[in-house]
């Protein structure tokens, strides 16, 4: 999270100033998919290799959502927004239920690997729309050095900005603190449950299936 908070100012100044929205976002998304189909190569004691893929899966899709919600102006009147992005957040949870449906005959024969690559498809399988109906990127004739510096420049200022705003400043680094918290409870219930309450791993993929249709109603 660390990573995605400092690198996404930069990188977000960067497509804006050189039209590669889409772009990033298709990258950021394959670099998210690969790692997590990668996560099937993990054997026990490969701590190192694990943590580094489980690093590249969650900075690309974080990576992603940041050009993903950059679309939502370009999508819905000011008054829409908000119901569309709930009705994204839905659809997310959604999937997401549907993945972790697909990964239980997986894990009830302990053939972890394939609950991995199937999470894998079905994450690209559901990217794959977004990619090819969304607005293409617009040339502007500025290279990528050039958008990096501008990129640099903007991030700067807008540091700079805030400043002289204190309550936005305050907001930002409260949102970013609840965040990582929230994301920190999700990633850790598996381990709670599994190691404190004694659930096995299809127990606790049925867990987090309730857990997302409950997610899926509050959005």
Do not use: C
């Amino acid at each position: 999270m660390l990573v995605v908070a400092l690198a996404s100012p930069p990188l977000g100044a960067v497509a804006d100033q050189a039209r590669v929205r889409k772009r990033l976002l298709t990258v950021f998304s394959a670099l998210s998919v690969t790692a997590t189909a990668s996560m099937a190569t993990v054997t026990r004691g490969d701590v190192l290799w694990g943590f580094i893929l489980a690093v590249l899966g969650i900075v690309g899709f974080e990576a992603a959502l940041v050009y993903y919600n950059a679309y939502l102006p370009d999508l819905a009147s000011l008054g829409w927004r908000g119901q569309l992005s709930a009705y994204g957040f839905a659809a997310h949870y959604l999937g997401a239920a549907g993945a972790l449906l697909a990964a239980v005959p997986f894990a009830a024969r302990a053939r972890y690997g394939g609950a991995f690559r199937t999470a894998a498809g079905i994450y690209a399988l559901f990217a794959t729309p977004a990619l090819l109906v969304l607005p293409p990127d617009r040339g502007t004739g500025i290279g990528v050095g050039s958008a990096v510096r501008l990129g640099l420049a903007r991030t700067r200022a807008i540091i700079v900005d805030l400043a002289r705003h204190r309550e936005l400043r305050r907001f930002l680094l409260a949102y970013l603190v609840y965040y990582d918290g929230v994301n920190t409870v999700v990633f850790f219930a598996a381990l709670f449950a599994d190691h404190t309450l004694g659930f096995t791993t299809v127990e606790v993929i049925r867990l987090f299936f309730v857990v997302q249709f409950s997610a899926l109603l509050g959005a």
